[in-house]
């Protein structure tokens, strides 16, 4: 089946750090790739998202790169701010709406002054 | 701008009673609407997807039984049944233009706490 893996499970920066996170999926489809992030207390929210046509997208300051060969996608952002302090998800989404979106077990970052 | 309204926001569910949750749409354009539960290690898991009124889907995942039901075109319902762990439920609501490649917007959810 599809699966998406995120190897960190928290991340602890401190303000203007550089921030990444890895991501790699599999799966036999063509997926879009999406990086959804949580704040406490909320849903769910798109930050990004990239399609197999498209190697890279960027939002809010963050950047994430798609690369088929390594099926990986990473996000990244150069100097991280305490508002960024939240749960980051690697997704992977469908075609099939049947399917709905898969997600990684999520990442959290703290970012202290 | 909100697109989707979740209530209750919160409820304590004794052992072995269902509860019922409804999740209203505050935008057409968004009309495909979905379940998704987070469990208390915040591993989010897709459950349902429904379209059209009167569409109705059950499914049983470890920790409760779920029955979800389109109403109108803008509520969408869902029933938790035999739940074992607390959780919470998100609704969801997509244009689906190109599937589920489209982005999704999720509500404010529903925190279940088992009592």
């Known amino acids: 089946g599809d699966s998406v893996t995120q190897m960190q499970g928290q991340v602890t920066l401190s303000e203007d750090d550089f921030l990444f996170i890895n991501c790699t999926y599999s799966t036999t489809w063509y997926p879009t790739l999406f990086w959804y992030v949580q704040y406490p207390g909320e849903g769910p929210q798109l930050l990004l998202k990239v399609t197999t046509a498209n190697n890279k997208g960027i939002s809010r300051g963050f950047e994430a790169t798609y690369d088929k060969r390594t099926t990986s996608f990473h996000l990244q952002k150069a100097s991280v701010q305490e508002s960024d302090s939240a749960v980051y998800y690697c997704?992977?989404?469908?075609?099939?709406?049947?399917?709905?979106?898969?997600f990684g077990l999520g990442t959290r970052v703290s970012v202290f002054p | 701008v909100t697109l989707l309204e979740q209530n209750p926001r919160w409820r304590l569910v004794p052992r072995g009673q269902a509860v019922n949750l409804r999740c209203i749409l505050k935008n057409s354009q968004y009309p495909w609407m979905s379940w998704y539960q987070q469990d208390l290690q915040k591993q989010l898991q897709w459950l349902f997807t429904l379209r059209s009124p009167g569409d109705k889907e059950v499914k049983s995942l470890p920790g409760a039984d779920y029955l979800a039901t389109r109403v109108t075109d803008t509520e969408l319902r869902l029933q938790v049944a035999n739940m074992s762990q607390g959780r919470t439920l998100y609704c969801t609501c997509?244009?689906?233009?190109?599937?589920?490649?489209?982005?999704?917007?999720f509500g404010p959810g529903t925190r279940l706490l088992v009592l």
């Open positions: 997704v992977l989404g469908f075609w099939n709406y049947a399917q709905g979106l898969t």
């Open positions: 997509s244009a689906a233009l190109q599937g589920a490649r489209d982005t999704q917007y």
